[in-house]
């Protein structure tokens, strides 16, 4: 069992910068795939950013890429999972999730698709004003 603790969500204003941690504790020693995804009011379900624990490999979202940085740190039996992101935009605006997976695919490649992950933290909420 995979236990999610997201923190760090907030207001800003377009240009700015946050940064959202997610604690995973739990029985994480076998490689897994950690995500953040957000959903806007009205909208679906996105996936924005992946990582594959051990390894470390990171993929982002295209509507992201190069304004947002996945990372990981680990102590003891906790992972600790970053979403650094600057630029912010007001389109970023949605309640963001952290979510993992022992599921992987060819070449311990990370899914974006959220019903690939079995497991999942509360939400952060972001708020980006123009």
């Known amino acids: 069992q995979v236990q999610l603790v997201e923190s760090g969500g907030g207001s800003v204003q377009a240009g700015g910068s946050l940064r959202l941690s997610c604690t995973a504790s739990g029985y994480i020693y076998r490689p897994y795939c950690i995500a953040w995804f957000r959903q806007a009011p009205g909208k679906e379900r996105e996936g924005v950013a992946t990582?594959?624990?051990?390894?470390?490999?990171?993929?982002?979202a295209a509507a992201v890429k190069g304004r947002f940085t996945i990372s990981q740190n680990s102590a003891k039996n906790t992972l600790y999972l970053n979403l650094q992101m600057n630029s912010l935009k007001p389109d970023d605006t949605a309640m963001y999730y952290c979510?993992?997976?022992?599921?992987?695919?060819?070449?311990?490649?990370?899914?974006?698709?959220?019903?690939?992950?079995?497991?999942w933290g509360q939400g952060t909420q972001v708020t980006v004003s123009s």
């Open positions: 990582i594959a624990t051990g390894g470390g490999s990171t993929d982002y």
């Open positions: 979510a993992a997976t022992g599921f992987r695919g060819s070449g311990g490649y990370c899914y974006f698709s959220g019903i690939n992950y079995n497991y």
